[in-house]
């Protein structure tokens, strides 16, 4: 078995990433490796988890925003 990467990304990184437009965030994305990857989608999932919550909330209580466009 290989030993995998110890992930390299804190918070500051993290929020750098996050603030760049959509294409360059996928590009930065891409260049780590699957550890610092994991690691980027747990700090995000730590870091946005009320944002997260308070939308779940949101569609619970209202259902989802466009419900009434979908088609399937």
């Known amino acids: 078995m290989q030993k995998q990467d110890k992930p390299v990304i804190d918070r ?3 929020l750098r990433i996050m603030d760049l437009p ?3 965030f996928r590009a ?3 260049k780590r490796s699957e550890a610092e990857q994991q690691e980027l989608n ?3 999932q ?3 988890a009320e ?3 308070d939308y ?4 619970e209580e209202h259902g989802l925003p ?4 979908r088609t399937f």
Do not use: S
């Not at 466009?66 to 466009?69: A, D, Q, R, T, V």
């Open 51 to 53: 944002a997260i919550a």
């Open 28 to 30: 930065a994305r891409a």
């Open 42 to 44: 747990r700090l995000y």
């Open 46 to 48: 730590e870091e946005f």
């Open 22 to 24: 959509l294409e360059e």
């Open 12 to 14: 500051a990184e993290l």
């Open 66 to 69: 466009i419900e009434k466009c």
């Open 56 to 59: 779940n909330r949101h569609v």
